[in-house]
């Protein structure tokens, strides 16, 4: 009997080790985490740094990658995606209102700025009347890139309007007689053999393998970094809780500060 007994403790003992002390913190309920992101640097991410955190925890995390960003809002309400992480506040903002979506975003990840990159003209002063410019069609990317356009001085806006919500037809003037051509963000970067600059998301900058730093002219807002995004149900629970934790972890900001240099990274980040 006690030959049994401490056959029955030793047993135990060796399973715990097995599994490591991080395995019952993950919770009992969520077996599996589905974290929706677009292709590129944020799907990185995930499986470079958040995977083996989560997996470290007792969680099977299994990463979806979008091409557009409509699906992985609607995905995560659907409940289909447990948390994504693609777009940024404006974008959600407008959606969910949009959509009527019951989601909630949590906390900013580090973030590749959206760029003005060569087409067809390879420098700035090689702009002339009538020149062609690429940028995201949906409403909150292209006010950005509208913005972007602003500050480098070809565009004005009209009195009053609001950067975030700037349209086409808020333009109030046009240096060079710019004509934008939208398109969805992910064709951004291959446009570039059809127009004479394009301003382009840098999650697609990346994942087309673009240089960062062969910009021409850098965005200048910080209002646009990334978010995470849950279902309002989820926000409570510990799974959730897990997640928020990997992505605000010395390890994660170690591991993205060396791996994305030139991004916009969360407050605090940087002193």
């Given at each position: ?20 002390s ?5 919770d009992?309920?969520?077996k ?7 292709v590129?640097?944020?799907g ?9 955190i ?10 979806v ?25 404006p974008?959600l ?9 019951t ?13 003005l ?10 702009v ?10 949906d ?30 037809r808020?333009?109030?003037s ?20 059809d ?8 999650n ?11 910009h021409?002219?850098?965005?200048r807002?910080?209002?646009?970094l ?9 926000l409570?629970?510990q799974?959730a ?10 390890e ?12 916009n ?7």
């Open positions: 009997m006690h030959l049994r007994t401490l056959l029955k403790a030793t047993v135990a003992a060796t399973l715990l080790a097995a599994l490591g991080h395995a019952f913190a993950a009992p309920d969520k599996e985490i589905v974290i929706g992101t677009t590129g640097d944020f990185d991410q995930v499986k470079e740094s958040i995977r083996p989560l997996e470290r925890q007792g969680y099977k995390v299994k990463l990658e979008f091409t557009d960003y409509i699906r992985p809002n609607l995905a995560l309400q659907e409940g289909s995606l447990d948390v994504n992480v693609f777009q940024h506040q974008y903002n407008q959606f969910r209102a949009q959509h009527k979506l989601l909630t975003s949590v906390f900013v990840v580090p973030t590749a700025p959206m760029n990159y060569a087409g067809r003209l390879k420098s700035l002063d090689a002339k009347n009538g020149s062609t410019v690429s940028v995201p069609n409403p909150t990317n292209l006010a950005r890139a509208l913005v972007v356009l602003r500050d480098l001085g070809w565009i004005t806006l009209k009195p009053g309007v609001k950067p975030a919500t700037a349209s086409e808020d333009v109030a046009s240096k060079y007689n710019i004509v934008l051509k939208p398109l969805e963000a992910a064709q951004l970067p291959r446009s570039r053999a127009v004479d600059y394009a301003i382009i998301n840098g697609y900058a990346v994942s087309s393998g673009m240089d960062l730093n062969k021409l002219f850098q965005e807002s910080k209002a646009y990334s978010v995470s995004v849950f279902h309002n149900n989820s409570n629970t799974w809780k897990d997640v928020i934790a990997a992505y605000r972890s010395p994660f900001k170690a591991y993205a500060m060396k791996r994305f240099p030139g991004y990274y969360p407050a605090g980040w940087v002193k």
